[in-house]
């Protein structure tokens, strides 16, 4: 069964930069889009970036000119750097695929913006 493994949240002041990394069990990323999704207490989860199977890459408007999402298909990772970070940009990051049915969720990484 697929896993998916997030890493590389913490703790940044706002203006700051992280960057974000999913390790994928198998290699999907030929076959199928990827995404990176958050979830900030109270709320809904939500898409922040897409990368389809093509490369072609996707934001919601909140984060775009400040995430980029890429990947390495050898890796069976994908990657999303997050420059100027603000307080909204709180939540719980996961990744999973775009355009079809999710996979297992993994276990998220925490990203928290406060000063």
């Known amino acids: 069964q697929l896993r998916l493994v997030e890493s590389g949240g913490g703790l940044v002041q706002p203006g700051g930069s992280l960057r974000l990394a999913c390790v994928a069990s198998e290699f999907i990323f030929s076959t199928y889009g990827m995404g990176w999704y958050r979830q900030a207490p109270g709320k809904q989860r939500e898409r922040v970036a897409g990368i389809t199977r093509l490369g072609t890459t996707s934001y919601t408007d909140s984060v775009k000119g400040r995430f980029t999402i890429s990947r390495s298909i050898a890796e069976r990772t994908v990657y999303l750097q997050m420059n100027a970070l603000k307080p909204d940009d709180t939540a719980v990051y996961y990744c999973?695929?775009?355009?079809?049915?999710?996979?297992?969720w993994g276990q998220g990484t925490q990203v928290t913006v406060s000063s």
């Open positions: 999973n695929y775009i355009g079809r049915s999710f996979g297992p």
